[in-house]
């Protein structure tokens, strides 16, 4: 699987789709926007932790996330 590819863009479609700014998100989930930017380009991989404060903030499931599932709620309810 390309959950790699498959986080990188699912997060920099959902920040975008919410018209958020790397340095807003990185803010909302205590991250440098910086490391927002790594993250989607593919260069760099969350931590656990900061994948769920991802999920969470964007209210969807962390197989959605890393692609596992098209399904943003999947496995969430």
Not at 44 to 66: K, Q, R, W
Request: aromatic share 10%; proline share 3%.
């Amino acid at each position: 699987m390309l959950y790699k590819e498959n986080f990188s863009q699912r997060l920099a479609t959902l920040r975008r789709d919410r018209k958020l700014s790397l340095q807003q998100l990185g803010d909302a989930i205590g991250k440098t926007n910086q490391a927002i930017s790594l993250f989607e380009k593919g260069r760099g991989l969350p931590s656990f932790e900061v994948l769920c404060h991802l999920a969470d903030y964007f209210d969807v499931s962390i197989d959605y996330l890393v692609g596992r599932s098209d399904d943003p709620m999947a496995h969430k309810r």
